[in-house]
């Protein structure tokens, strides 16, 4: 049901987005540490969903439809702010370009598999890049100027941000890679079921 907790959790992901986008428009240094709280607290939800849906059996195909999508859409927004706010460097901006095609490329695989009825199970190290992809949105949605405000002016917050996106888009490259591989082998499978049902001619 829809207003089961996991679902709830998963809605608020989505709801959490306007209020980000808003803080981090403000372009102040506690609006910046209020959006990096926002997300982070946004994000640690997509943990909470799956395990309480486990545990108390409450598993439905809304969250299954819905967990991806939340997901991708608090990614993609977090991304399109920092770009359009000029939070990314040049090198920055890279690993964002790479994370966003690789979520276009997961989700173009799973509609097409989903036809064949074929499910794509995340791997470990799939979790391991998201973990890294939000933690590295996070510290940049934060950066050097709610760094400066929260006593942490010392550490290069948005250079550290910009060394996890580099880690989390190499994992998206090969996480990425391994769904192709998938989706192309049952892609393959499915063309040779149509050619053996084709009519051959002498």
Known sequence: MPTDLPNLLTMSRIAAIPLLVLLAALRTPWGD??????????????????KIARERKLISAFGRM???????????????????????????????????????????????????????????????????????????????????????GFLPVSLIGEAMLWAAAVLTLVTGWDYLRAGLRHAEAQDAKLAAKQPRHP
Do not use: N
């Open 33 to 50: 540490a209020a959006a990096c709280l926002v997300f982070s607290v946004a994000a640690i939800t997509d943990y909470f969903d799956g």
């Open 66 to 152: 819905l967990d991806p999508i939340a997901d991708k859409l608090l990614v993609g927004a977090a991304l399109m702010l920092l770009a359009g706010l000029g939070r990314l460097t040049g090198w920055g901006l890279l690993p964002a370009i790479i994370i966003l095609l690789r979520e276009i490329l997961v989700s173009g695989l799973r509609e097409f598999l989903a036809e064949l009825r074929v499910g794509l199970p995340v791997t470990k190290l799939a979790k391991w890049k998201t973990g890294m992809q939000m933690g590295a949105l996070g510290t940049l949605l934060a950066g050097d100027t709610a760094a400066r405000v929260l006593g942490l």
